[in-house]
């Protein structure tokens, strides 16, 4: 019989002494967690991102790669919704059977 595990996506620090801080309230009995942490950058911070008017063209991906070149020329643009961390969530759902 496989195990299903429910995940959850949390938001915490890590304060001066190296301890991670959950900063939400967590719905869990008690019990033993297994946390899985990756740092957040200020370009991938929804709440940071400016809000202005999107860009009118899409700047050209350029590689020296020229085998890659054309590959990234015909990539279709990245949606304007994307989540990067949501992106990762899932792989990492998915990789681990989560």
């Not at 301890?19 to 019990?31: D, F, K, R, S």
């Not at 370009?43 to 063209?57: H, K």
């Amino acid at each position: 019989m496989k195990n299903i595990m429910q995940a959850y996506k949390l938001k915490g620090k890590i304060d001066q002494s190296g301890n991670l801080l959950i900063t939400e309230p967590v719905n869990l009995p008690p019990g033993n967690v297994e946390i899985v942490v990756w740092p957040v950058t200020d370009t991938l911070d929804p709440t940071t991102a400016p809000t202005s008017e999107p860009a009118p063209d899409t700047p050209k991906r350029r590689t020296k790669i020229k085998a890659l070149q054309n590959c990234f020329e015909n990539a279709p643009p990245v949606p304007a919704d994307f989540d990067p961390d949501q992106a990762k969530w899932e792989y990492l759902k998915e990789k681990h059977n989560l």
